[in-house]
T-cell receptor, first 110, second 113 residues
Framework: DAKTTQPPSMDCAEGRAANLPCNHS???????VYWYRQIHSQGPQYIIHGLKNNETNEMASLIITEDRKSSTLILPHATLRDTAVYYCIVRVYNFNKFYFGSGTKLNVKP | GAVVSQHPSRVICKSGTSVKIECRSLDFQATTMFWYRQFPKQSLMLMAT?????????EQGVEKDKFLINHASLTLSTLTVTSAHPEDSSFYIC?????????FGPGTRLTVT
């Protein structure tokens, strides 16, 4: 069962930063936060994951609060191609199963 | 990242027939693969875990006799939708796990007429 809550949709102007929040208030100490996105009619694409430290890669940054009950995915310069549904998922590392929540539909507008 | 392929990408079949969907991990061996189903405007729903060399484990509410899963090798899992009906029309997605991440296939659009 999904253990995360996300806003159903968000808008962002092209070129601006997109900040997508996720609430995971029941997260356990050994659970990681993963972010995936799904562009229409495609399989989900991995973005980033983290445990408690902030993480950054070529796609995005992940900010996890100190109590780990929420996190924010940051796309620093959103483009039209970033329009997708973004899923925040928590799972125990190396435990395999992903349960997807409803995700956030990000609309990047010109 | 790793590549997972699915075949076919789209399939249309008649009600009552069976359809097989293949999922392949192309550049790593996956002892575990997963099958998901996604209806329009909904999220992905985990159907089952496919384990190489052993029986699949199904999520609650998923009929194992209707959705047959075979994981005969470390790079191939198949999902067979038996006696398909229009309500089985959906987007089926597989994923392969290498213990660090799950890599998802591009999905198979099944339409049952």
């Amino acid at each position: 069962d999904a253990k995360t809550t996300q806003p159903p949709s968000m808008d962002c102007a092209e070129g601006r930063a997109a900040n997508l929040p996720c609430n995971h208030s029941t997260i356990s100490g050994n659970e990681y936060v993963y972010w995936y996105r799904q562009i229409h009619s495609q399989g989900p694409q991995y973005i980033i994951h983290g445990l408690k430290n902030n993480e950054t890669n070529e796609m995005a940054s992940l900010i996890i609060t100190e109590d780990r009950k929420s996190s924010t995915l940051i796309l620093p310069h959103a483009t039209l191609r970033d329009t997708a549904v973004y899923y925040c998922i928590v799972r125990v590392y190396n435990f395999n199963k992903f349960y997807f929540g409803s995700g956030t539909k990000l609309n990047v507008k010109p | 990242g790793a590549v997972v392929s699915q075949h076919p990408s789209r399939v249309i079949c008649k009600s009552g027939t069976s359809v097989k969907i293949e999922c392949r991990s192309l550049d790593f061996q996956a002892t575990t693969m997963f099958w998901y189903r996604q209806f329009p405007k909904q999220s992905l729903m985990l159907m089952a875990t496919s384990n190489e060399g052993s029986k699949a484990t199904y999520e609650q509410g998923v009929e194992k006799d209707k959705f047959l899963i075979n994981h005969a090798s470390l790079t191939l899992s198949t999902l067979t939708v038996t006696s398909a009906h229009p309500e089985d029309s959906s987007f089926y997605i597989c994923s392969a796990d290498n213990s660090y991440e799950q890599y998802f296939g591009p999905g198979t659009r099944l339409t049952v007429t």
